[in-house]
């Protein structure tokens, strides 16, 4: 591969490297964080969750942030991010500082992982450019599975805090190498798909999210497409304002017969393997995970929200 198309491959390799041992390494740490830092359980949870969440709510974003300012500008900046956001928690006094910085820190890995990505296709010349992809892949792969012993490791003999310094060493040239050679790729200028931004964040957080309103209160059908279109596009419900939209709204909206009978024999399904101790639940011949389960409990809540509002 061309000096630069290398160059930019190892500084995508050694961001990602440190962004999965991140994710990791933290769960070798948090001992000896919570016990550094006097942090309650729920202190504990948020210092894990908060990275998760940001992470990805944000990766979407991440991605339209290389299509919109070039991959490696869209990578330098997650992965100062990144950086800033470990310094943060290495020199973090409180519980408080560690959960925002690990928001901070899910925000870059968003900006990073999506980033360099780009970063990597862009540069490989298109003979080079599936092992390119791999290497980036692998060495994703590669911190995950090094992260506890990194971590355990880097706490036991420097402390918890050097678990984070250790990201700053790693992310400093990895930023400063895609930030010196932004390359000439050219730049897309599509909008920001905000509106599928919103979406994901609202499932990810498990918030209701609603459509919004259709003026023409003559225009039933129009109405009614409508609320099918929103509908699959992942709302919860939509915006009225109009009492003869009600009727036509819930109808779209509410879970059908079927789906309600599915619910409850996937919830069934769970509970009653779950009391005979099997790991493997199928309904209707398809695997049930936990996901399907949580889904299936929210349309039974939404169903007997309904019936409440009816009754």
């Known amino acids: 591969m061309p000096r630069d198309a290398t ?12 962004v999965g041992e991140n994710s990791t390494a933290i769960m070798a740490a948090l001992p000896e964080m919570t016990r550094s830092l006097a942090l309650g359980p729920a202190t504990v949870e948020w210092a894990v969750n908060a990275y998760l969440l940001a992470s990805a ?30 310094m943060m928690i290495a ?14 820190q899910g925000f870059g890995a968003a900006f990073a992982v999506a980033g360099t990505l780009a970063a990597v296709t862009e540069a490989a010349p298109e ?5 390119a992809i791999g290497a980036w892949t692998g060495f994703l792969m590669l911190g995950f599975s090094i992260g506890p012993l990194v971590g355990g490791a880097l706490t036991h003999y420097a402390g918890w805090r050097a ?14 190498a895609l930030w010196l050679n932004p390359g000439t790729g050219e730049r897309k200028t599509k909008p920001v798909d ?21 003026n023409d209160i003559k225009d039933e059908a129009g109405f009614e497409a409508e609320c099918i279109q929103g509908r699959q596009m992942g709302f919860d419900g939509k915006t009225l304002i109009h009492p003869s ?14 789906e309600v009978d599915r619910a409850r024999r996937i919830i069934e399904a769970f509970e009653q393997a779950e ?11 398809r695997m049930i995970e936990n996901l399907h389960v949580d889904q299936a409990r929210r349309t039974l809540a939404l169903v007997a929200a309904i019936a409440a509002q009816e009754g």
């Open 7 to 18: 160059l930019v491959l190892i500084a995508c390799c050694l961001a990602m490297l440190s």
């Open 194 to 214: 905000w509106l599928g931004l919103c979406l994901l964040a609202a499932r990810t957080t498990g918030k209701v999210i609603l459509d919004g309103v259709y």
């Open 163 to 176: 678990v984070f310094w250790l990201n700053v060493v790693a992310m400093v040239p990895a930023g400063l």
């Open 91 to 104: 020199l973090a006094p409180n519980g408080a500082v560690v959960i925002g910085a690990r928001a901070l």
């Open 275 to 285: 009391a005979e101790g099997r790991g493997v639940v199928t309904v209707d011949g």
């Open 127 to 131: 003979a080079k450019r599936a092992g």
């Open 245 to 258: 939209q009600l009727e036509p709204c819930n109808r779209v909206f509410a879970p059908t017969a079927d």
């Open 57 to 86: 709510i944000f990766i979407i974003l991440g991605g339209e942030a290389a299509d919109q300012f070039g991959p490696r500008g869209s990578s330098a900046g997650g992965i100062a991010l990144f950086a800033l956001a470990s």
